[in-house]
């Protein structure tokens, strides 16, 4: 059973800085491009990043760019997201996910149970 | 950047049809997910590549694409199918991944 599990979300200062994992089973996790989405309280879903299967593309929502770092440890099934000088805007539920393997592969199955990062003073 | 615009609700009798429509520019020309949310959960993936379902999903869930708008059809509403629904696609011209506004379907 192919399963996604996020750790690390807490409360942290603005201005702070936080690393969500997500632990990956199931499936071969080298061969899968890999999502963080983010859900605020009472909002919708927000794609966040991408990476590729060696980790050597990223892309970032224009909201996050230049603060959030995605990237991959493929011999211990982990994807990160280091998250810098953040902001009250970006408190919210974390998912990672895994990308579609049919068809146009533009999706998002399965996802994790998400992890709760609120920034507040 | 590219926007996709759903009604907030739909209200649905159990056993009828509800449809949920996702517009944007142009969205026939792309690849058109939709995802079913319950409270307190992770989003479900229910329709892929606008009318594909992926495994364990009923055959009540269908989607369509063309024009500007596609559609997610959920046939004989069950109790169980109440939630948010979100549609996804990939713009291309941006290599960002957009999510509808989200609809959520009440079943009276």
């Known amino acids: 059973e192919v399963q996604l599990v996020e750790s690390g979300g807490h409360l942290v200062q603005p201005g702070g800085s936080l690393r969500l994992s997500c632990a990956a089973s199931?499936?071969?996790?080298?061969?899968?491009?890999m999502h963080w989405v983010r859900e605020a309280p009472g909002k919708g879903l927000v794609w966040v990043s991408r990476?590729?299967?060696?980790?050597?593309?990223?892309n970032y929502a224009d909201s996050v760019k230049g603060r959030f770092t995605i990237s991959r440890d493929n011999a211990k099934n982990t994807l990160y997201l280091q998250m810098n000088s953040l902001r009250a805007e970006d408190t919210a539920v974390y998912y990672c996910?895994?990308?579609?393997?049919?068809?146009?592969?533009?999706?998002?199955?399965?996802w994790g149970q998400g992890t709760l990062v609120t920034v507040s003073s | 950047s590219y926007v996709l615009t759903q009604p907030p609700s739909v209200s649905v009798a159990p056993g009828q049809t509800a449809r949920i429509a996702c517009g944007g520019s142009?969205?026939?020309?792309?690849?058109v997910h939709w995802y079913q949310q319950k409270p307190g959960q992770a989003p479900v993936l229910v329709v892929y590549?606008?009318?594909d379902r992926p495994s364990g999903i009923p055959e009540r869930f269908s989607g369509s694409n063309s024009g500007n708008t596609a559609t997610l059809t959920i046939s004989r509403v069950e109790a169980g199918d109440e939630a948010t629904y979100y549609c996804?696609?990939?713009?291309?011209?941006?290599?960002?991944?957009?999510f509808g506004t989200g609809t959520k379907v009440t079943v009276l």
């Open positions: 996910a895994k990308r579609g393997d049919l068809g146009s592969t533009n999706w998002f199955d399965p």
């Open positions: 199931g499936f071969t996790f080298s061969r899968n491009w």
């Open positions: 990476i590729n299967s060696d980790g050597s593309y990223t």
């Open positions: 142009n969205i026939g020309s792309k690849n």
């Open positions: 590549d606008d009318s």
């Open positions: 996804q696609v990939w713009d291309s011209s941006s290599d960002h991944y957009v």
